[in-house]
């Protein structure tokens, strides 16, 4: 049995993953669960797991909890976030906190002796190597919990960086990838509906932006250069709107190993919380002959500067990814707010970029300082 703590239960990643533990009631159980502010979710899921610790970010929600959970604990804030990460009885803390708020709790879960299976992309690209270099010196795993980076994992199989030739990050491409249809002109009148249909997968509102911009990939791209150990000249991305392949893994031999299935988040979720093991499951069914092909593209640099941006900030690394991350976080919401085109969302994060005086190998103060500074330039 393994017993997990997860953060942000009430979220896309975090209901899925319930459904991942109801699944499979004899090899996982919950035992703590954090929540924004979403109270009358988060009871009724901590009801139906008997979990015995709670957290809500909102302060005014917590009387309404211990009304409703008379058994269990409840916290909030930074502090319950940190309580639930380093929780005696769990064995892993699945990460799906939106923003950075999950990085504090995953480098005190890290400490703890925890695995943790990361899904909130934040803590990997602010602070990927100081993360991963304290996983390493506390022996714990860090699990991926993204679809490509599930796949990377899966086709790595605990191979070297040095039998890698490329990783293939797949991208769906979004629902602007028809280059003839979505012009440079036209993507920069998109408006916010638009950008809010996803053509593969359902999720929460900023990663769908993200998605349409490629700022996700862009993202997806530093966290696999950290993940797996692999200089960004070797991470590659190939447009591949059926989201069947979710990446794949180029060998030094030539060979390519991929990991394929239909889109389902529950996959990815499961095998990073059952990992090594596979467990059985009938929730995914991939039909080849009626899916009937796979299309592959180059995605363009142009109509999607997040990629050039991405590359530059994984290259130059120190306090870069961090800028990048906070300033495109603080676009996407005045884009959501209408106050920025679509556009602009690029536009601004290059600018964030360009002035920004990168430190190198900077402390998690430095990196949390730099993330405050660029949202500040985002937002002038
Ligand atoms: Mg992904």
Known sequence: MKRVVLLGSTGSIGTSTLKVVEDLPDQLQLVGLAAGGNADLLATQAMAHRVGVVSVNDPSKVDELRNRLPQARVRTGAAGLIELATLPEADVVLIAIVGTAGLEPALAAIRAGKDIAVASKEILVMAGE??????????????????????????????????????????????????????????????????????????????????????????????????FDIGMDRVQVVVHPQSIVHSMVEYVDGSIIAQLSTPDMCLPIQYALTYPARAKSDRVQTNFAKLGRLDFEEPDPVRFPALVLARRAGEIGGTLPAVFNAANEVAVEQFCQRRLGFTQIAETVRRVMDTHQVIAQPTLAQILEADLWARQTAGA
């Open 130 to 227: 100081t993360v991963m270099s304290e996983a390493r010196r506390h022996g714990v795993r860090v699990l991926a919990v993204d679809s490509e980076h599930s796949a990377i994992f899966q086709c790595l199989d605990g191979k070297p960086p040095e039998s890698v030739r490329n990783l293939w990050l797949t991208a769906s491409g979004g629902p602007f990838r028809d280059r003839t249809r979505w012009t440079s002109e036209a993507l920069a009148a998109v408006t916010l509906e638009q950008a809010l249909k996803h053509p593969s997968w359902v999720m929460g509102r900023k990663i769908t932006i993200d998605s349409a911009t490629l700022f996700n990939k862009g993202l997806e791209m530093i966290e696999a250069r950290w993940l």
